[in-house]
Structures are given as C-alpha cells and as structure tokens.
C-alpha cells in the first residue's frame, strides 16, 4: 500500500481551484461553519480515502471521519466526513468526492473480478495493464491494489515484455528464438515474458526458454492445446491470457487453469454511485 504525496494532491487542488471559489464568495457566508458527509449508494471497496482525507486537510477543514481503504462497506455507509467553514467545505466537497468516485468504482471492480477468479481457480492472479488514465497512474494504481489486482507492467523500465511488434526487427520467427537465448542469458534476475498467437509459436518460446508467454484473444481450443503441452513438457512456464476480459467472461477465462488474467477493464468501467450530504453545524 503507498499513498499519493502530498505535492500530488496539491496539484490536483489547484486544477480545481487556482485562485478562488468565485460562487461562494459572493455570497454573505458570515463565518459559517458546514459539515459534509460523503456517502455510498451501493455496496464498494474504498479505494484512495487517505488522499481525500487529506485534501480535505489541505483546504482547512477537520477530517472527523473515514473509512479506510481496501475496507468494502455496504450501500449508505459513510466513506468520508469532515467540517470546517462553509466556503472552505465547498473548495473540497467535489474534490473529494469525484476522487472517490473513480478510485472506489477501479477498487470494487477489480475486487468483483477477483472474486469470480478465485472461485473456480485460486492460483490465478488479476493483473492490470499499463492503460490507466494518461497522468494519473499512481492514483489508478492504488485503486486496482485496494480491490485485490496486481500491476501487470508498473513501467516500461521494470519488465520484459516482447509482442508482435518487436518481432518484425528480425527477417522470421525462427531469428527472434535465436535472440531470445541471447536476451535470456542478459536479465538473470528477472522474467522473460513473450506475447504468442498460436500453439506452434507458444511451443517454440518454451523451448528457447521463455518464461512467461501472454495469449491475446486466443482460441479457447488453442488455449487447451497449449495449456495441456505446458502442463506435460513445461510445467514451470506460466500462462497468461489477456484482450478484452471483463466481469462478464473471466470466469470462462479462469476455468483454463491459468495463471494470470491481463486486464484493463478495471480502468474503464465507470465511477462508483456516491454522493454527499451538506449541513450548516
């Protein structure tokens, strides 16, 4: 678990506000002191309440209460609550919960994905992709960790991950192989991940020595195939399977026995029904 820094959020806030609430300041608010509570309309995972907490902090209001992350809370259960002068309350009132509203839905999709994969196979593991919201991956990936996922690649620096793209580098497959053995022999300490189409090729990258072959929109027949080769002749290769899974097919995918699922649906499925109320204390 990490939390977004500080100088992270007070980009965010000043996005939003980079001089003035221009509305609440021309009203006659005299002092006023307000409270809100934000609130769930259906059963989540909280995901990133430490940063609204802190938003809240940032613009001068108390923090009375929140859930913490990765805690699931049913329908109306309070996620965040906090008090403080009225103009004050407003600057973080859509910050946080629009922050919320995005984190809680990645945390409890991630977290219904997960469920469906370890009730038919308990040894394969949700993993995300690299597609989260252009500037904001830390925040997308604390929200997919809160709900059980793990990060399939953090970065380009931290895997090794060869597809279709990189192979037209060599004249044919059979160069590439050759190449792998080389590449293998240069990363001792880490994963040789290779993307495959077919059982010829998948066939091919476990005997050069790959270490991790990704299927992409693969034939569930040729998945077998594959899967039951592995299963006799390379039991410690790993299999993993990605393009387009979601909640409504990952248990079709997981039933194979795999032992990953690549997704990232879990970055694209909505914000989270969550809502406010405001009250002058």
Partial sequence: ??????????????????????????????????????YTREDII??????????????????DFFEKSKNKIEKDGTILRFSGLYEDIHKAWRLTQILLEYSCKISTYAYQMK??????????????????FPFSKRFCIKAAFCGGAMPHRLNLSETVLYFEG???LYKNN??????????KTKIPEKKLNVESESLKDSINLMKVG????????????ELEKIITFKNENFPNVKILVAGGINLTNIEKYASYKIDGVVTSSVYNCGMANISSRLKII
């Fill in 1 to 38: 678990m990490f939390n977004l820094t500080t100088s992270e959020l007070e980009k965010y806030i000043q996005d939003d506000l980079p001089y003035f609430d221009l509305t609440t300041s021309l009203q006659n608010c005299n002092n006023a002191i307000a409270q809100i509570e934000v």
């Fill in 46 to 63: 909280v995901s990133c309440s430490e940063e609204a907490s802190k938003i809240a902090e940032l613009l001068n209001c108390k923090v």
């Fill in 115 to 132: 469920e469906k994969i370890e009730k038919i196979n308990p040894f394969c593991e949700l993993l995300t992709t690299r597609k989260t």
């Fill in 166 to 168: 990189h192979r037209i």
């Fill in 174 to 183: 059979e160069e590439f192989y050759e190449d792998l053995k080389r590449i």
């Fill in 210 to 221: 790959v270490d991790v072959i990704q299927l992409d929109k693969i034939d569930f027949e």
